[in-house]
């Protein structure tokens, strides 16, 4: 656990192997080459993840507890098999803030985990999510843009058809430490706990 004083902002995620994230990559160059739009801008192939739970800021004397919480949540929830298919937009197709990759096999697994650690660790962060989860893969994110722009984009992502990515298996979660900066974010792994039946 890095030593620090200040508040954390942090998460705790699945990662995504690294072979996926290549497959992931090319998708993205692939959309964007049929966009062709400064209107989207593509998530980094280092900050790709399935979010469990976001914290916003946790003091830096409650992360070792923090650590201890997310062990015991993760206890007894073996390994998830998971898969990268299907493409959407949030919040819908006309008006899109998020473009996805759905995610598929063990959904609801992983969905009663994202509920354990939300029961387990939620009084470490500031942040109370009141959206329910739905397991996702954020590859792009829009920005301010004319309603045309947005509503097209929409329409070629709605209109695009895609063969499943691939599928691995997770075996931990991480609590990840997310740094902002003009640049963007910066994430570096504080912890990680396993999970194994």
């Not at 029961?119 to 739905?134: L, Y």
């Not at 709605?158 to 963007?184: C, M, N």
Request: proline share 6%; hydrophobic share 40%.
């Amino acid at each position: 656990m890095a030593e620090t004083t200040e508040p954390v902002r942090a998460f705790v995620a699945v990662k995504l192997p690294p072979e996926l994230l290549a497959d992931v990559q090319k998708l993205q160059q692939r959309l964007e080459s049929r966009l062709k739009t400064t209107a989207v801008r593509w998530t980094k192939a280092e900050q790709l993840h399935l979010t469990l739970w976001f914290f916003g800021n946790v003091p830096a004397e409650r992360l070792q507890d923090l650590e201890a919480a997310l062990q015991q949540a993760c206890a007894g929830t073996p390994p998830l098999t998971l898969r990268l298919e299907g493409l959407g937009c949030f919040p819908t197709f006309k008006r899109p803030n998020v473009v996805w990759l759905g995610v598929t096999g063990d959904v609801d697994a992983l969905k009663a985990l994202a509920q354990r650690v939300s029961q387990e660790t939620k009084k470490f962060g500031e942040h109370d999510e009141k959206r329910a989860f739905k397991a996702h893969l954020t590859i792009a994110r829009l920005r301010d843009a004319p309603f045309r722009e947005l509503e097209r984009v929409g329409g070629v992502i709605e209109g695009t058809q895609i063969e499943p990515l691939g599928q691995w298996t997770a075996t931990q979660v991480e609590l990840i430490r997310s740094q902002l900066s003009p640049k963007g974010a910066t994430y570096t792994p504080l912890a990680a706990a396993k999970l194994c039946s």
